[in-house]
């Protein structure tokens, strides 16, 4: 199976502030098949971006995501307070589907 | 709005089995596939298995073939997920979601948590 390795494991940033977070795969994901979620406390994951680079419906466009085969990357270009969460990347190209360990984003 | 609305808190005993329901609504659930995943606590998240909402049917992580079974009732339009055989590290939030065919997961539902102890 596909193991997914997101880093950092926590980010220390100002609101305003400019997020990269990054999710690397053991093995070339089919067809860019890489979403990203994000994650509160007791809350269920959210859908923000699909084949690596599309944002799902409703999600801000400080959201982007960009990368391809075993290198991807989620850029929050200005940090709002709504932002500070876990967020996790996951690969639908293979099966089993398989998440990686999450990049928490915390108030600096 | 897509809902996705899953069964309350289970306890078990170890060697038990547990089925979690989740009942969807305001969407064609025949067109749609039902996943189910689990979180246990400070682990990563574990795609389990999934059903095809239209044919029924199931597909299951090597991890857990032989455990677990996936089952829907289109008339309900509800998908279950029953795992058993329960140990200590079953224990987790259990999560049901959709997917479009093969497709990305784009709807989650909120949980159920499963506490296995004796």
């Known amino acids: 199976e596909i193991v997914l390795t997101q880093s950092p494991g926590t980010l220390s940033l100002s609101p305003g502030e400019r997020a990269t977070l990054s999710c690397r795969a053991s093995?070339?994901?089919?067809?860019?098949?890489l979403a990203w979620y994000q994650q509160k406390p007791g809350q269920a994951p959210r859908l923000l971006i699909y084949?690596?680079?599309s944002r799902a419906t409703g999600i801000p466009d400080r959201f982007s995501g960009s990368g391809s085969g075993t290198d991807f990357t989620l850029t929050i270009s200005r940090l709002e307070p709504e932002d500070f969460a876990v967020y996790l990347c996951?690969?639908?190209?293979?099966?089993?589907?398989?998440f990686g360990q999450g990049t928490k984003v915390e108030i600096k | 709005q897509v809902q996705l609305v899953q069964s309350g808190a289970e306890v078990k005993k170890p060697g038990a089995s547990v089925k979690v329901s989740c009942k969807a609504s305001?969407?064609?659930?025949?067109?749609?596939?039902i996943h189910w995943m689990r979180q246990a606590p400070g682990q990563r998240l574990e795609w389990m298995g999934r059903?095809?909402?239209?044919?029924?049917?199931?597909t299951y992580s090597q991890k857990f073939q032989g455990r677990v079974t996936i089952t829907r009732d289109t008339s309900a339009t509800t998908a279950y997920m029953d795992l058993t055989s329960l140990t200590s590290e079953d224990t987790a939030v259990y999560y049901c979601?959709?997917?479009?065919?093969?497709?990305?997961?784009?709807?989650w539902g909120q949980g159920s948590m499963v506490t296995v102890s004796s």
């Open positions: 093995q070339s994901i089919n067809s860019n098949y």
């Open positions: 996951q690969q639908y190209g293979s099966s089993p589907r398989t």
């Open positions: 305001q969407y064609n659930f025949s067109t749609y596939r």
């Open positions: 084949g690596a680079s």
């Open positions: 979601a959709r997917s479009l065919g093969n497709n990305y997961i784009d709807f």
């Open positions: 059903i095809n909402g239209g044919n029924g049917g199931a």
